[in-house]
């Protein structure tokens, strides 16, 4: 399984990103689809998750300002930022693995890193 992030970068306080995650070896509407970010000395917090693309996620801080978004027939994943903060630089991965539970009806990705095993190698954002 290969996975890798692209749309990174800096971008002033307010302003959008667009992040991408392609994929191969693994079928992104298997299952669940992640987005975490990584700020240096923290552990890693799940931004965005999404079952197929059916139900999704969100952190508290950025909800109704980041939207992930899964186009199955392609194979990526994507993460819209909007009114970005300082507080949302870091380093933003894409993760993925079979790995939902039924939870209050419906399916749920779990938020902990230590459920994914497939990875993407980063892409950093950093907003000033």
């Known amino acids: ?3 890798v992030e ?3 970068g800096s971008v002033q306080a307010g302003g959008s990103l667009r992040l991408s995650c392609s ?3 693994y079928t992104f509407s298997s299952g ?3 987005w975490f970010r990584q700020t240096p000395g923290k552990q ?3 931004v965005a998750r999404s079952y197929r693309g059916e139900s999704s996620v969100y952190l508290d801080s950025v909800n109704d300002r980041f939207t992930i978004s899964l186009d199955n027939a392609k194979n990526i ?3 819209q930022m909007n009114s970005l903060k300082f507080e949302d630089t870091a380093m933003y991965y894409c993760a993925a693995d079979q790995n939902q539970f039924w939870d209050l009806g419906t399916w749920t990705c779990p938020s902990s890193e230590n459920d994914y095993n497939y990875w993407g190698q980063g892409t ?3 907003v000033s």
Do not use: D, K
């Open 44 to 46: 890693r917090e799940a």
């Open 32 to 34: 669940c689809m992640a």
């Open 77 to 79: 994943m994507n993460l």
């Open 6 to 8: 692209s749309g990174g």
């Open 23 to 25: 994929g191969s070896g």
């Open 124 to 126: 950093q954002v950093t």
């Open 1 to 3: 399984v290969q996975l």
